[in-house]
């Protein structure tokens, strides 16, 4: 007969087991922050190299770019006053090529339009027309330099991309602000705040604002808007021009219609006006309200049906 094991061992084992199991628990949580913390380490050193890379890259780019161009220097395109009656920008753009003698020859080439450059010394100037909703796109465009009857392509420098519309004419911000709109019994009824924005460069000038109301695109009713010159904040070459203005009406609508816009008008002085709509809505039979479309601008001759532009 075996001997039996005293009653005391087993709780020991078990207790010991549990310690080991413990003990190994323990030590495989530090295992894997440590291993958390060292693909994080991985991870940074990963992100940093390829943006190492990346840096070099560009500039080892930038370099072979500056070698292979046939210009020494290209100045930012300079916006001259914009012409009322044609609605376009003169763009002065100035370069100097690398390599120049008495006979050299420049022309600016934009899409199928060639124009000649002037010429100061080894500087070349040319000055493109560019339409009001147009833009240069620096890949549409290329300097062509003759000497000796040889002729080299170079490419706008990506310095010379120009909107007119995002610097030369005003941009609008605005919308309902507190009140209510509502229907009943054939009765459109308008009580609201309104809010307007605008941002607009430092050479243009704003007159005759108005909130115009249409009903089915027939003018209803127009209320003059006071622009608080005060109001004006200076942003280096911009300024910031807002104002709050109140409606309370009531509009009978008749049979068959069923739209009311809301607009605000401005006109600037090269003779454009700018309709941007506030609110665009058509009253229901049953009370309700639809919302017919966010706002929007429409730019036109002054006195003009037909919009120019639309955004």
């Known amino acids: 007969?075996?001997?039996?094991?005293?009653?005391?061992i087993s709780p020991v084992l078990l207790a010991l087991l549990l310690a080991a199991n413990l003990f190994t628990w323990v030590q495989l949580g530090d295992l894997?922050?440590?291993l958390d913390t060292v693909n994080s380490r991985l991870w940074q050193m990963e992100e940093r190299l390829n943006d190492n890379i990346s840096s070099i890259y560009q500039e080892v780019s930038r370099q072979l770019e500056a070698e292979a161009s046939l210009l020494a220097q290209a100045n930012w395109p300079q916006a001259g006053d914009p012409d009322p009656v044609s609605l376009t920008v003169p763009l002065t753009l100035t370069f100097t090529p690398k390599a120049v003698t008495?006979?050299?020859q420049a022309v600016i080439r934009y899409g199928e339009e060639e124009v000649p450059c002037t010429r100061e010394g080894n500087r070349f100037t040319a000055v493109l027309s560019v339409p009001l909703w147009g833009e240069v796109d620096p890949?549409?465009?290329s300097i062509l330099l003759e000497e000796g009857g040889v002729t080299q392509a170079n490419p706008f420098p990506d310095e010379w991309w120009f909107s007119p519309r995002g610097e030369i004419l005003p941009t609008f911000y605005g919308g309902g602000g507190s009140g209510s709109f509502g229907s009943n019994n054939g009765t459109f009824s308008i009580h609201m705040d309104f809010d307007m924005n605008i941002n607009s460069p430092a050479g243009?000038?704003?007159?005759n604002s108005r909130c115009l109301i249409l009903v089915d695109g027939q003018l209803w009713k127009e209320q003059p808007?006071?622009?608080?010159?005060?109001?004006?904040?200076?942003?280096?070459?911009?300024?910031?021009?807002?104002?709050?203005?109140?409606?309370?009406?009531?509009?009978p609508m008749e049979d068959g219609?069923?739209?009311?816009?809301?607009l605000f008008s401005v006109t600037d002085d090269l003779g454009l006006e700018y309709r941007y709509t506030l609110q665009h809505v058509a009253p229901q039979e049953d009370g309700d309200i639809q919302d017919l479309g966010s706002t929007s601008l429409a730019i036109y001759r002054a006195?003009?049906?037909?919009?120019?532009h639309e955004e």
């Open 257 to 262: 219609q069923g739209e009311v816009e809301i």
């Open 139 to 141: 890949s549409q465009g």
């Open 102 to 104: 008495a006979s050299t």
């Open 204 to 207: 243009r000038t704003l007159s």
């Open 303 to 308: 006195g003009e049906t037909v919009p120019l």
């Open 1 to 8: 007969m075996k001997p039996s094991l005293p009653s005391w």
């Open 225 to 251: 808007v006071e622009l608080d010159p005060s109001a004006a904040a200076p942003e280096e070459d911009w300024y910031n021009t807002w104002t709050t203005f109140a409606l309370n009406e009531e509009i």
């Open 32 to 34: 894997e922050q440590q």
